[in-house]
């Protein structure tokens, strides 16, 4: 891997603190950040570097698990750090930061590769990337990427004119869009599950395979997030990009050959083959929820409505559930149900794939008790395969018994998102970032739903906190003969 400077651009937030340095502090630990490298934080208060050095220092005593362990290398990764106030608005502040970060390639002998990370609110992606170009930031001898983070737009239309803005300074190929779902290890598995076990691979289709529920439910709320959340609701925050990807990985067919590209054909084919919806029939594939006040690990706990910063009219969604049809040979008939919301009973995100109870068929009134096979991958908070599989049981008259079969990833010092994903940024894998077909695919299949909620043409069901949801999402797989598992 080469020797980089990595420019950050929002340094002082919060998810640099809580997620970048020590992404990067756990790649310098395991030598991935090829030595020499240059760091550069960049955002508006007026910071010298030792006080930015500390800043990091202080970051990583709360938020990595190696900052005691590994104390020793400290000193030798702050170094790397380097600090410069710019307000991304204003053009002449971009000349210091060029200045910057030529001393220090020189100083250093880096070549001239530059990985920009946007870490700052959506509406700068556009400025930043302009200046980079009119600057002339983004021109060295070296390559230059773009990471930038969610949400990357708003509705269809405002993706795509961001995108057209980007693609006039960085292309296609330099645009690394994070969604941090793709960097869990689970997530990542599902290529090698279905591509290295040629028992799903035969098995990963509409012959065997009846349903295949992907679930996202958290305990947390609204937080203190009201300003951007009440905007966006589940629908954007979620399903638009994590859960849609989490589709996309699932129902994928195999590439002809490994690698970024053909990878993400397969991802685009399934979001091509999904069956749109207008706004008129939303209602009869999505339910939208809101939670109300309930009880979540013995604690009582308010209303959205009631959260700070929330109107009490407030109409937005924290709960969506979606039934999906990919129009495929492949998977033509099976239902995709995805639900994901705030506010649940537990914290869970996984895929649960069911198979065609053929035994059910075959003993049709004899033997209600066998159950589908399941292929259930746990995401988080645990990561595990388990497939459920029915057994005689010979102390129950022979009955057919569910029994589990169950691997349990390790958990500990397991890659965090963030870090295998700004690896792949800096040695130049996109394979687990969002292309711009993707999400734009993505927006497309949302940009109905996004209407249908504006106008309110589809019920707010609310449900208790600590619950699954609304009743209503039940119903949605009742009504196909099927229940969330
Ligand atoms: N936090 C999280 O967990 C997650 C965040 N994201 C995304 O990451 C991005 C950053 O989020 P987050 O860190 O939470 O946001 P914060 O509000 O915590 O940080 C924003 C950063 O931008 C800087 N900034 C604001 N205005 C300017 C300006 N005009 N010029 C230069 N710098 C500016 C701020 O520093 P200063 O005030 O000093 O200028 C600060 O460093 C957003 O796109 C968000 O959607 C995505 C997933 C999770
Ligand atoms: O992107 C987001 O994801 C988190 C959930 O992420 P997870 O890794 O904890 O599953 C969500 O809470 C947040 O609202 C959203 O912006």
């Known amino acids: 891997m080469d020797s980089v400077s990595f420019i950050l651009f929002g340094a002082t937030g919060d998810l640099a603190k809580r997620k970048i340095f020590p992404a990067l502090y756990n790649l310098f630990l395991d030598e991935k950040l090829t030595a020499p490298f240059s760091i550069i934080g960049l955002s508006r208060r007026e910071w010298t570097d030792e006080a930015f050095q500390l800043h990091v220092k202080e970051s990583l005593s709360h938020f990595s698990r190696r900052f005691r362990k590994e104390e020793n290398r400290l000193a030798e990764f702050l170094q790397a750090f380097r600090y410069c106030a710019l307000d991304v608005t204003s053009s002449a502040d971009y000349e210091p930061v ?41 021109t060295s001898k070296g390559w230059k990427r773009l990471v930038i983070e969610k949400p990357f737009g708003h509705d269809l239309a405002s993706a795509q004119q961001l995108n057209e803005k980007l693609s006039t300074a960085f292309r296609e190929d330099e645009i690394y869009r994070i969604d941090h779902y793709l960097g869990k290890q689970m997530v990542q598995n599902l290529e090698s599950l279905k591509l290295a076990n040629p028992i799903f691979q035969s098995l990963w289709n509409n012959q065997n395979i009846s349903s295949v529920q992907i679930t996202a439910s958290e305990t947390v709320g609204v937080e203190e997030r009201a300003n951007y959340y009440d905007r966006a609701g589940a629908i954007r925050d979620m399903f638009q990009n994590h859960m849609l990807q989490l589709l996309m990985m699932t129902a994928m067919q195999f590439p002809e050959q490994i690698g970024p590209e053909y990878i993400r054909h397969e991802k685009r084919k399934i979001m091509k083959s999904l069956r749109s919806l ?48 990919i129009d495929d040979p492949s998977w033509r008939g099976v239902p995709f149900y995805i639900r994901t919301g705030k506010r649940m009973e537990k914290k869970s995100t996984k895929i649960v794939i069911e198979f065609k109870n053929t035994l059910h068929d075959l003993q049709e009134g004899h033997n209600e008790k066998a159950t589908p096979n399941l292929l259930i991958i746990e995401i988080s908070p645990n990561e595990s395969v388990s497939l459920q599989l029915n057994l005689k049981n010979p102390l129950n008259y022979g009955q057919a018994e569910p029994v589990t079969l169950h691997f349990s990833a390790p958990g500990k010092d397991v890659p965090e998102a963030y870090e295998s994903l700004i690896y792949d940024a800096l040695r130049g894998d996109p394979t687990f970032f969002a292309h711009w077909k993707e999400v734009e695919l993505s927006w497309n299949w949302v940009q109905p739903v996004l209407e249908a909620f504006a106008e309110n043409i589809l019920p707010l069901h609310s449900y208790p906190a600590g619950s699954m949801g609304p009743k209503a999402a039940h119903q949605l797989l009742e009504e196909d003969g099927f229940k969330w598992w």
Do not use: C, H, M
């Not at 006040?293 to 407030?314: D, F, M, R, T």
């Open 98 to 138: 060029l200045n910057l970060i030529e001393s220090r390639e020189e100083e250093l002998g880096i070549q001239g590769n530059r990985l920009f990370y946007l870490s700052v609110a959506p509406e700068f992606f556009d400025i930043i990337a302009s200046n980079i170009k009119e600057r002339g930031i983004g």
């Open 278 to 325: 207008t706004k008129e029939n939303v209602a009869f594939q999505v339910i939208r929820g809101q939670y109300d006040s309930g009880e979540i690990n013995g604690k009582q706990v308010a209303a959205y409505k009631e959260e700070p910063g929330v109107e009490s009219s407030s109409t937005n969604d924290t709960f969506i559930a979606a039934r999906l049809w």
